[in-house]
């Protein structure tokens, strides 16, 4: 694996109460091989060339270090918003072990997204950040159907097996759950597709759903996109074409029905899926030294 220089490794979010209540983000590696055809990551808009190729940040472990020593808030620290923090490399090189490592050592709290089950490998870790502060694992799934993920999500483990991540995370107390992100139009989203999925996510134990109900094309991922979605459904790209061609944001042609089903769903599962409810159902009121000393 590949190093670059780097400065910084966390950065402060002001985007905590839409998602997740996060406080810093932080990326250990740049890039990803899952393989996902339609990754936002692989867009201009964060500037990483090569992108199937995982690169790391030089003594990036030694920097995060200085930053948690001199940050006074100990708040939620996001992983993975642009590459899986458990992807092909972590599990010989440990960064995010390591990263994991420091967060409890100076009280912080975690944010992970991830669609792998080497997360499961950190679970003592994850209950002992959770002594002290707040942590919230979120599993990426896209459809229930695992053949179909299979040719979205090329090197990502079936669907099945990230509903059975879930469960364990939660037998073991960890609190996770289900982001359905992205929905893909024509291709994910039917009722069908967010019923089973809802109804898998209960049956794993999941906390909470969330979904956004859309997909981002921005340049660079579009045609990666079109390419191969083409491949599964030829001319797909055609039907993008005229109806998304100028939008960033491509919503499902049925987006307010299908949001209904999704809550319906939710709602009757007693599942959380509204995004200010998941957050004050996972952060707790984390005693100060001086109240733990008063009491
Ligand atoms: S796992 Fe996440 S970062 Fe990696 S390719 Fe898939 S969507 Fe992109």
Redesign the pocket.
Known sequence: MDYIKTRTIMTKSDQGKRWFGIDYHMNLYKG?S???IY?D?RSDAYHIDNFDKITSKLKALEILEEELASKQYKGVISFGT???PYNEEEEKHEITKGALELIKKYGFGVSIDT?SDLVLRDIELLKEIQENNNVIIKISITTYNDELANFL?PN?ISSTKRFKVVEELNKNGIYAGVLITPVLPFVTDTEDNIKRCVEKSKMSGAKFIYTKMGMTLRKKVREYYYEHIDKLYPGLSNDYQSVYEKNLVCNPLRYRDLLEVFINECNKNHILCDMSEIIADYKREIPTREQISLF
Do not use: P, T
């Open positions: 990803c899952y393989g996902c990754c990551s642009l590459s899986d669609k999500e990502v």
